[in-house]
């Protein structure tokens, strides 16, 4: 937090490590209110829920050196439409198809990909997995082009399920869609 002084008083609260309390005190200050008398006349103030945050993950390894704070990490990075896929696949078992997942998201109603734009959008995930996951070669993601299916090593299934937990409860810490020109 910051407080600027000058003709009037400017503050900068930083959600991610600020507070609500730290806020609300620095808020009241700033317009002369004395905030131990503001917080004595509510004497049942509810207690701060704690707002999960990739911190709370675990850093033991699941498989291959990856851990829940690398996959959450790898889900809050990858582009939408490949966190979608990502979050279809976790649905399905870990496996689908190519056709599963292009029809799908054909016609989805939030996340639409034309079928011959998976692929593309899927690239993300590779591009992520260099900068994120661990040293060794492990994928996220196999692609059998044989098979024509996409699949997800079992021992990542429960790990990535928490972190879409945690990116369900905390959306503000994932990459959004790139702003249309």
Same mark, same amino acid.
């Given at each position: 937090m910051e407080i600027t002084k &000058? =003709?009037? @008083?400017?503050?900068? %609260?930083?959600? *991610?490590?600020?507070? /609500?309390?730290?806020? %609300?005190?620095? @808020? *009241?200050? =700033? /317009?002369?209110?004395? #905030?131990a008398a503001v917080a004595s006349g509510w004497p049942d103030a509810p207690e701060l829920a704690s707002r999960p945050g990739p911190e709370t993950l675990s850093g033991d390894v699941l498989w291959e050196d990856w851990t829940d704070r690398m996959l959450f990490d790898t889900l809050?990075? @990858?582009? #939408? &439409?490949?966190?979608? @896929?990502?979050?279809r696949l976790v649905e399905l078992g870990g496996t689908a198809s190519y056709d599963e997942i292009q029809e799908h998201f054909a016609d989805h109603p939030t996340t639409p990909i034309p079928q011959n734009r998976i692929g593309g959008t899927l690239t993300s995930i590779r591009a992520v997995r260099q900068r994120?996951? #661990?040293d060794n070669r492990s994928k996220l993601l196999e692609l059998d082009d044989r098979r024509r299916i996409y699949r997800i090593e079992p021992a990542l299934m429960e790990g990535l399920k928490r972190a879409y937990d945690l990116a369900d409860a905390r959306p503000d810490l994932l990459r959004q869609e790139p702003a249309s020109p």
């Open positions: &000058g =003709a009037g @008083v400017q503050l900068t %609260i930083d959600t *991610q490590t600020d507070t /609500y309390e730290q806020a %609300i005190a620095a @808020v *009241q200050a =700033a /317009y002369g209110l004395n #905030p809050a990075s @990858v582009l #939408p &439409g490949a966190r979608a @896929v990502l979050r994120i996951g #661990p």
